[in-house]
T-cell receptor, first 115, second 113 residues
Framework: GAVVSQHPSWVICKSGTSVKIECRSLDFQATTMFWYRQFPKQSLMLMATSNEGSKATYEQGVEKDKFLINHASLTLSTLTVTSAHPEDSSFYIC???????????FGPGTRLTVT | GESVGLHLPTLSVQEGDNSIINCAYSNSASDYFIWYKQESGKGPQFIID?????DKRQGQRVTVLLNKTVKHLSLQIAATQPGDSAVYFCAETVGDSSYKLIFGSGTRLLVRP
C-alpha cells in the first residue's frame, strides 16, 4: 500500500516550452501533496505544498507563476513548469501525505532536462 | 532559516561492519525526525522515524538515536550490506496542519565488498 507514482519518469524539452508532471497516489487519498526539487548531489528542497481543492502554498523563492500546481482530486496533483529554461533542469519529486499524520510517501521522481 | 545538516558527506564501510550516519538540526521546536534512503535516480525511501519524546528507536538492522540537548540525530545500520549503499537524508518536520519536511544535506554510504 501507500504507493505514489509520477509521470513521466523523465522528459526532455526545449527551452521556452512547458512541461507537466503528474503525481498520483495509487491506493490512498491524499489531501496534501508536496513538490520537491533536487539538483545533482544535493538535497531535496521543498517547492510547494499542494492542497486538494485550494491554491498551493509556495516556499520562499519559488515562482508560483512559473511552477503551476494543480491538485484537482484526492489522488492527483500536477506540476507544470512553464517557459522552461536549462536552469530548470532538475529531479522533481512529489510526496503524498497519508492518513496518519507525519507520514509522507514519495514518488519515484521525474528527471527534467531542458535543452 | 532553519536547517538540518550532516557532518559527513561520504561514509565508506566494509561489508558486515556497522555504519553510523550523523545529522545535526537547528530547529529546537522540531518534534519529529525521519531518516530516508535514496538510491540513484529514485525517490526517497522511508527507513525509520522518531518523535522528540523519545531518544532511541530500533527497527530491523537500523537504530535511530536522538539527542535533543545537542540537537543531534544519528542512524546506525548494523551489519551493513552492499544493498545499503545509497544517500541517506535526515529530515525534520516543521508545520502546523501539514507537516513540511526539511531535509539535511545527505550522506553517501559506500559499502565495500
Amino acid at each position: 500500500g501507500a504507493v505514489v507514482s509520477q509521470h513521466p519518469s523523465w522528459v526532455i524539452c526545449k527551452s521556452g516550452t512547458s512541461v507537466k508532471i503528474e503525481c498520483r497516489s495509487l491506493d490512498f487519498q491524499a489531501t496534501t501533496m508536496f513538490w520537491y526539487r533536487q539538483f545533482p548531489k544535493q538535497s531535496l528542497m521543498l517547492m510547494a505544498t499542494s492542497n486538494e481543492g485550494s491554491k498551493a502554498t509556495y516556499e520562499q523563492g519559488v515562482e508560483k507563476d512559473k511552477f503551476l500546481i494543480n491538485h484537482a482530486s484526492l489522488t492527483l496533483s500536477t506540476l507544470t513548469v512553464t517557459s522552461a529554461h536549462p536552469e530548470d533542469s532538475s529531479f522533481y519529486i512529489c510526496s503524498a501525505e497519508g492518513l496518519v499524520s507525519y507520514e509522507q510517501y514519495f514518488g519515484p521522481g521525474t528527471r527534467l532536462t531542458v535543452t | 532559516g532553519e536547517s538540518v545538516g550532516l557532518h559527513l558527506p561520504t561514509l565508506s564501510v566494509q561489508e558486515g561492519d556497522n555504519s553510523i550516519i550523523n545529522c545535526a538540526y537547528s530547529n529546537s521546536a522540531s518534534d519529529y525526525f525521519i531518516w530516508y534512503k535514496q538510491e540513484s535516480g529514485k525517490g526517497p525511501q522511508f527507513i525509520i522515524d522518531i518523535r522528540s519524546n523519545m531518544d532511541k528507536r530500533q527497527g530491523q538492522r537500523v537504530t535511530v538515536l536522538l539527542n535533543k540537548t545537542v540537537k543531534h540525530l544519528s542512524l546506525q545500520i548494523a551489519a551493513t550490506q552492499p544493498g545499503d549503499s545509497a544517500v541517506y537524508f535526515c529530515a525534520e518536520t516543521v508545520g502546523d496542519s501539514s507537516y513540511k519536511l526539511i531535509f539535511g544535506s545527505g550522506t553517501r554510504l559506500l559499502v565495500r565488498p
